[in-house]
Structures are given as C-alpha cells and as structure tokens.
C-alpha cells in the first residue's frame, strides 16, 4: 500500500469509476487486470471508506435551457459563527446554487449559480441571493463560454 493508503490497483480502479460510473464489474475488473471478485472487494472498500462518496447522471445544461453560468462572490455584514452557519444553511435550499465555497481574502462566499437566462438571473438576484441572511455585499460574473468543466478529480501517484 501506498502513503495514501491506495496501491496501484486502487488508482486504476478511481480513474475508470471517475469516468463511468456505471461501468460493469467484468470491464473494470478487465481494465484493471483483476478478476471480478477481488475487484468489487476493492470497490466495495473504496465505498465504504467514503473515498467514492456517491455515483451520479450529470446532466446536459443546454437540456434543461440552463445557459447562464454565474459566478458570485458574496461579504457578509457579520463573520460570527452564527451569522456564517445561517447564511450556509440558507444557500442550502436553493437548486441554482451548484457551488458554494468558503474563501480566504476579499470575499466571504464565492457560488456558482445556474439558470436559464440573464432575466432569470436578475429575478433570483433580487428574490434570493439579496435576501439571505447577512448579505452586505453581491458581484456576479457571466461566463461566455465554458472553455473546461470536469468532475474527475487528479488521483495522486503514491
């Protein structure tokens, strides 16, 4: 085993499941030079680790006519514990918020948001992001086109 606790096997194992997530265990267990058994042995435990939290569909945007990406960076009036956890939990609640993070610097939040137009954006503006709780400032960034968006994460060599 690895520093990481994953050997060579593990990594092959994270990088085919990060790129199907519904692939058969005869083709990972043939991608990975395992028989079938020891390889679900090894998913299983991946699994239950909490390495591989969960499998999903992702979802084509332009389907859903959800074309505008929307970057936000959020200050807050107040940095207490409990004015933090409110605004968290608020954010919570709302499907067009798709990314949320926690940041060092000139900002408090900074989110991703989607939805279908920039009208649908001034409504969401006013109607949601205005009204959390804590808010003391908003600025929104339109992308115009999406030059790289992955959801495999780098699974580090040992």
């Not at 690895?2 to 194992?13: S, T, V």
């Not at 939290?53 to 074309?67: C, D, F, I, T």
């Not at 798709?98 to 409504?123: E, K, L, W």
């Amino acid at each position: 085993m690895a520093r990481n606790g994953f050997d060579a096997i593990d990594r092959k194992i994270l990088r085919e499941i990060q790129e199907d997530g519904r692939i058969s265990m005869v083709e990972l267990a043939d991608k990975v030079g395992l028989s079938v058994s020891p390889c679900l042995r090894r998913l299983r435990k991946l699994e239950e680790s909490g390495v591989i939290r969960k499998y999903v569909a992702l979802l084509a945007p332009s389907h859903l006519r959800l074309g505008v990406n929307v970057f936000v960076t959020v200050s807050l009036t107040q940095h207490d514990e409990p004015s933090l956890r409110r605004f968290e939990t608020a954010v919570q609640s709302h499907p067009e918020i798709v990314d949320c993070y926690a940041m060092v610097g000139n900002q408090d939040y900074m989110m991703r948001i989607v939805v279908q137009d920039p009208a649908a954006y001034q409504r969401f503006l006013s109607e949601v992001m205005m009204k959390l709780p804590g808010v003391a400032n908003i600025k929104s960034s339109f992308t115009l086109h999406e030059v790289k968006n992955s959801t495999t994460l780098p699974v580090p060599e040992a």
